[in-house]
């Protein structure tokens, strides 16, 4: 994966708040299958993936990482909550340094359409 891409879409301020919510990679019980994979590259290559628009079958060979194996790991995220927690952690931390704007996103968030109730 080029150094200048791979730090662009994951600077190490970003990697370090990213880390610690990951879940470390457990191998298979039955068994076979690849090694461990680095965190950081398919991490890397999911939010490449989620921010570009590119289907997870183009995901370019630079990454270091698999389509499969990229797509797998954002589906198991997304089910066990990660990306619900990172996106929190990414909220606080961001906040923290004063980098938000909450009057644009109360605004954005006021002009959302409201979902029906379901009856």
Known sequence: ????????????????????????????P?????????????FTAVVYVLTSGCAWRYLPPSFGVSPATAHRRSSVWTASGVRRRLHRVVLDETGARGGLDWS?????????RAKKESR
């Open 1 to 28: 994966m080029s150094g200048d891409l791979s730090q662009w879409l994951v600077p190490d301020d970003l990697w370090a708040m990213v880390e610690p919510v990951l879940p470390p990679f457990r191998s298979r």
């Open 104 to 112: 644009s996103v109360i605004a954005g968030a006021a002009s959302a």
């Open 30 to 42: 039955q068994g076979g299958g690849t090694a461990p994979i680095d965190q950081r590259a398919v």
